[in-house]
């Protein structure tokens, strides 16, 4: 698969993805820490990929155009 992330969009779905990650764990309970939780985890996945599988659909990228 192909890389649709640009760095600065990668840098901002890592720093939210730990606070997500943070907040489900440590603030958050029950069901609402675990959605919390999994959101954070995606957009950790996200990030450490470069590839957003929402944007494949609509042919959509963050990277600078060439």
């Given at each position: 698969?192909?890389?649709n992330e640009s760095t600065l969009?990668?840098?901002?779905r890592a720093a939210i993805?730990?606070?997500?990650?943070?907040?489900?764990?440590?603030?958050?309970?029950?069901?609402?820490?675990?959605?919390?939780d999994v959101l954070g985890g995606i957009l950790l996945f996200t990030a450490a990929t470069?590839?957003?599988?929402?944007y494949m659909p609509f042919k959509f990228s963050t990277l600078p155009k060439k």
């Open positions: 698969m192909k890389v969009d990668r840098v901002a993805g730990l606070m997500l990650l943070g907040a489900g764990i440590f603030a958050a309970k029950g069901t609402f820490g675990i959605v919390l470069g590839m957003c599988l929402l």
